[in-house]
Nanobody, 126 residues
Framework: QVQLVESGGGSVQAGGSLTLSCAMSGFTSWYYMAWFRQAPGKEREGVAVISNNGGTRYAESVKGRFTIRKGNAQNTLSLQMNSLKPEDTAMYYC?????????????????????WGQGTQVTVSS
């Protein structure tokens, strides 16, 4: 059984930092892991993706502020978020994809990701 568990969310003032973590079990043949977010009334959007060979890609809105990394432990993932803005407020989800829809996964299309965590809330106040 595949499980993804996020942690590290919370409330922070604008300009602050948070680091999200994701621990995945039961799925070792992943090709892409990514962070998505969804704000109330908005669609889920990709924030950052990392491939199993270490390539990374970011949404324009977070480029230069967020960093996605694979953890030291196998199948762990982190998202370092700096210079947070109120518009970063959302539920953040960790997700994993196999290689069957590589292009869509690299483009952070949520449909390409078959495994999801429950999410962790990030709230940024002005």
């Amino acid at each position: 059984q595949v499980q993804l568990v996020e942690s590290g969310g919370g409330s922070v003032q604008a300009g602050g930092s948070l680091t999200l973590s994701c621990a995945m079990s039961g799925f070792t043949s992943w090709y892409y892991m990514a962070w998505f977010r969804q704000a109330p009334g908005k669609e889920r959007e990709g924030v950052a993706v990392i491939s199993n060979n270490g390539g990374t890609r970011y949404a324009e809105s977070v480029k230069g502020r967020f960093t996605i990394r694979k953890g030291n432990a196998q199948n762990t993932l982190s998202l370092q978020m700096n210079s947070l803005k109120p518009e970063d407020t959302a539920m953040y989800y960790c997700a994993a994809a196999d290689g069957s829809r590589a292009g869509a996964a690299w483009a952070m299309n949520p449909q390409a990701y078959g495994f999801w965590g429950q999410g962790t809330q990030v709230t940024v106040s002005s």
